[in-house]
Nanobody, 123 residues
Framework: QVQLVESGGGLVQAGGSLKLSCAASGRTFSSYPMGWFRQAPGKERDFVAAITSSGRDTYYADSVKGRFTISRDTAKNMSYLQMSSLKPEDTAVYFC????????????????WGQGTQVTVSS
């Protein structure tokens, strides 16, 4: 079992930056990949970024590539999503996820989820 708790969401102006954090507990943190998804009102939960268990490889949705950076700190059992050059279309609830089984770009593949944190980007 893995428990996840996100933090760091808020209101930011377009062009600004925000860093989301995800605290993990339960199973050994270094044994599973981590990911971030987002869900806007009335829309599906979309893939944002993922990082392998070792932290060596990262993957991004095209819409955030070059603006967002995913990372993990094994010593602290934390995953982070650094978001820069934010746009109004980045507004959504952001979810941390752990331990995918299958296509990591699909929300259905991930076994564990946090409660989500709201990110609102004003124009």
């Amino acid at each position: 079992q893995v428990q996840l708790v996100e933090s760091g969401g808020g209101l930011v102006q377009a062009g600004g930056s925000l860093k989301l954090s995800c605290a993990a507990s339960g199973r050994t943190f270094s044994s599973y990949p981590m990911g971030w998804f987002r869900q806007a009102p009335g829309k599906e939960r979309d893939f944002v970024a993922a990082i392998t268990s070792s932290g060596r490889d990262t993957y991004y949705a095209d819409s955030v590539k070059g603006r967002f950076t995913i990372s993990r700190d094994t010593a602290k059992n934390m995953s982070y999503l650094q978001m820069s050059s934010l746009k109004p279309e980045d507004t959504a609830v952001y979810f941390c996820a752990a331990d995918p089984d299958g296509n990591y770009r699909s929300a259905d593949a991930w076994d564990y989820w946090g409660q989500g944190t709201q990110v609102t980007v004003s124009s």
